[in-house]
């Protein structure tokens, strides 16, 4: 019963932007405002306060490193299946961007939050996200677009803009200042912040959301759902039944990371690019409504 408390919050604060914009009391153009408060202010203060309070294992990155794999190997299926079914350039392009990172942090945290109450899980919830995710796709998203513009890559120029990045920024120095004792008054503030970075985030994309592009793109969209909810995790569980690894509570926290429904950033990003807007709406969309019914499946087989 428990999978089914984060998932009724998040459906509620996503209904709750979709709804804002249906009644006219916000526009959809609004959506950007509140996503930059959470990634630039919001989410740094979350990032830094559970990254020093972090009891950090040289483990964690093998299940992310393992995490990020599986999620790459089941964008590249689905770039496949796109190729077969003799999709555009464009729209397989976007097919692997879309299939290839998922929603992390804004999705991941409260599902896992949901599941266990440990801080900890919450501190590595944000690893996966920074390690498997949102840094991947800054390296490998300029690639991806080149094949789409043929313009040129700047690889300096991708090292600076995430070095630069509030949130890198965070979590650089959540473990440099883990080597000196930071009174926990200090963290009032910035825990308030970094609680408000999920809500934020989650109305805003509830916001953006709309259903109405995927009469043009629901073959697209359903290989990009099956890819990102469904072969990621599988592919996952797969690796760790090869090499023998015994499941633990990271471990799980990892396949489930896998399992999220397509990244916000991704979408914005083949919307930004001209790449297949229709298909990145449709996938945002109906991938968060289809989380609702593979995630209790999979934390059901992954903690029976």
Same mark, same amino acid.
């Given at each position: 019963?428990? /999978?089914?408390?984060?998932?009724?919050?998040?459906?509620?604060?996503?209904?709750?932007?979709?709804?804002?914009? !249906?009644?006219?009391?916000?526009?959809?153009?609004?959506? !950007? #405002?509140?996503?930059? *408060?959470?990634?630039?202010?919001?989410?740094?203060?979350?990032?830094?306060? !559970? %990254? @020093?309070?972090?009891?950090?294992?040289?483990?964690?990155?093998?299940?992310?490193?393992?995490?990020?794999?599986?999620?790459?190997?089941?964008?590249?299926?689905?770039?496949?299946?796109? &190729?077969? $079914?003799?999709?555009?350039?464009?729209?397989?392009?976007?097919?692997?961007?879309?299939?290839?990172?998922?929603?992390?942090?804004?999705?991941?945290?409260?599902?896992?939050?949901?599941? @266990?109450?440990?801080?900890? &899980?919450?501190?590595?919830?944000?690893? &996966?996200?920074?390690? =498997?995710?949102? /840094?991947?796709?800054? *390296?490998?998203?300029?690639? %991806?677009?080149?094949?789409?513009?043929?313009?040129?890559?700047?690889?300096?120029?991708?090292?600076?803009?995430?070095? $630069?990045?509030?949130?890198? #920024?965070?979590?650089?120095?959540?473990?440099?200042?883990?080597?000196?004792?930071?009174?926990?008054? /200090?963290? !009032? +503030?910035?825990? #308030?912040?970094?609680?408000?970075?999920?809500?934020?985030?989650?109305?805003?994309?509830?916001?953006?959301?709309?259903?109405?592009?995927?009469?043009?793109? @629901?073959?697209?969209?359903?290989?990009?759902?099956?890819?990102?909810?469904?072969?990621?995790?599988?592919?996952?569980?797969?690796?760790?039944?090869?090499?023998?690894?015994?499941?633990?509570?990271?471990?799980?926290?990892? %396949?489930?990371?896998?399992? #999220? +429904?397509?990244?916000?950033? =991704?979408? =914005?990003?083949?919307?930004?690019?001209?790449?297949?807007?229709?298909?990145?709406?449709?996938?945002?969309?109906?991938?968060? %409504?289809?989380?609702?019914?593979?995630? +209790?499946?999979?934390? &059901?087989?992954?903690?029976?």
């Amino acid at each position: 019963m428990f /999978i089914f408390i984060p998932l009724f919050t998040i459906f509620t604060l996503l209904f709750g932007g979709y709804l804002a914009k !249906r009644i006219g009391i916000l526009k959809q153009k609004q959506a !950007r #405002m509140f996503l930059d *408060f959470a990634i630039i202010f919001a989410l740094p203060c979350l990032i830094f306060d !559970r %990254v @020093y309070h972090i009891d950090f294992d040289f483990s964690l990155l093998l299940f992310i490193f393992i995490g990020f794999c599986s999620s790459i190997i089941s964008g590249c299926i689905a770039v496949i299946l796109g &190729y077969f $079914l003799k999709f555009s350039k464009i729209t397989i392009l976007s097919i692997f961007l879309l299939s290839s990172f998922g929603n992390t942090l804004f999705i991941g945290l409260p599902i896992i939050s949901g599941i @266990y109450t440990d801080t900890q &899980y919450i501190g590595e919830v944000i690893l &996966y996200d920074s390690f =498997a995710t949102n /840094i991947p796709i800054a *390296f490998i998203a300029p690639f %991806v677009l080149s094949f789409a513009n043929n313009e040129k890559i700047y690889f300096l120029s991708i090292v600076k803009k995430i070095l $630069l990045s509030p949130p890198f #920024m965070a979590l650089v120095l959540g473990f440099v200042l883990k080597l000196i004792e930071i009174p926990e008054f /200090i963290f !009032r +503030p910035i825990t #308030m912040f970094g609680n408000s970075a999920t809500v934020v985030a989650l109305f805003a994309i509830g916001l953006s959301l709309g259903f109405g592009a995927i009469k043009s793109s @629901y073959k697209a969209a359903t290989i990009v759902i099956l890819s990102k909810n469904i072969i990621s995790p599988l592919l996952f569980m797969l690796i760790i039944f090869l090499f023998d690894i015994q499941y633990s509570p990271s471990l799980i926290v990892a %396949v489930l990371e896998s399992a #999220m +429904p397509t990244m916000t950033l =991704a979408c =914005a990003i083949v919307i930004k690019s001209k790449l297949d807007s229709n298909l990145a709406v449709s996938s945002l969309a109906f991938g968060i %409504v289809c989380t609702g019914i593979t995630m +209790p499946v999979l934390v &059901y087989f992954l903690l029976n």
